[in-house]
T-cell receptor, first 114, second 116 residues
Framework: AQSVTQLGSHVSVSEGALVLLRCNYSSSVPPYLFWYVQYPNQGLQLLLKYTSAATLVKGINGFEAEFKKSETSFHLTKPSAHMSDAAEYFCAVIYGGSQGNLIFGKGTKLSVKP | EPEVTQTPSHQVTQMGQEVILRCVPISNHLYFYWYRQILGQKVEFLVSFYNNEISEKSEIFDDQFSVERPDGSNFTLKIRSTKLEDSAMYFC??????????????FGSGTQLSVL
């Protein structure tokens, strides 16, 4: 069965430090991968997506993610954390032919310390 | 930027009661979705809807659930007889593209349903 695993339900970094949020997927066929962010009291907002073009994907707010097929990973990074990055981040996968059945990870809550 | 709006933001109901969660998708979108997130668990797909019919649904979406687009702007999720385990945050989403590659879903901010 397809699944997404996010390592670490809570990650805390200092302002200016590297952000690394981990996501691994299980799939026998190439998936399409997404990172969503949820700020407090808001909906899910798309950060970036991988759809089999470039393996390094750049998103909004300085985030990027690299698709590594050999590791079945799609980790999210940002070189320098900002206080406004504090939010919950969800990795998700969808398979071709699905009509919107996004499979989400459990989410990682990012805290940024001053 | 256009957004998906959901009302109410919080809904409290008694077990066994019917509830209707309302969503106004982005106006030119044709594909509509409901997801839910039980506290501490993953966001889960419930159903997708296109051209006035269900395109895909999950195992969660049983006979107690139904969706409707009663007019040109609203998209509703009805739970016929709520159970305690229906307590969750329900997210509506819409898209101008079909599912699969390149899909971008716009999500609402959710309705927190509490069943007592």
């Amino acid at each position: 069965a397809q699944s997404v695993t996010q390592l670490g339900s809570h990650v805390s970094v200092s302002e200016g430090a590297l952000v690394l949020l981990r996501c691994n997927y299980s799939s026998s066929v190439p998936p399409y991968l997404f990172w969503y962010v949820q700020y407090p009291n808001q909906g899910l907002q798309l950060l970036l997506k991988y759809t089999s073009a470039a393996t390094l994907v750049k998103g909004i707010n300085g985030f990027e993610a690299e698709f590594k097929k050999s590791e079945t990973s799609f980790h999210l990074t940002k070189p320098s954390a900002h206080m406004s990055d504090a939010a919950e981040y969800f990795c998700a996968v969808i398979y071709g032919g699905s009509q919107g059945n996004l499979i989400f990870g459990k989410g990682t809550k990012l805290s940024v310390k001053p | 930027e256009p957004e998906v709006t959901q009302t109410p933001s919080h809904q409290v109901t008694q077990m066994g009661q019917e509830v209707i969660l309302r969503c106004v998708p982005i106006s030119n979108h044709l594909y509509f979705y409901w997801y839910r997130q039980i506290l501490g668990q993953k966001v889960e797909f419930l159903v997708s809807f296109y051209n006035n019919e269900i395109s895909e649904k999950s195992e969660i979406f049983d006979d107690q659930f139904s969706v409707e687009r009663p007019d040109g702007s609203n998209f509703t999720l009805k739970i016929r007889s709520t159970k305690l385990e229906d307590s969750a945050m329900y997210f509506c989403a819409s898209s101008d593209q079909s599912g699969g590659a390149g899909e971008k879903l716009f999500f609402g901010s959710g309705t927190q349903l509490s069943v007592l």
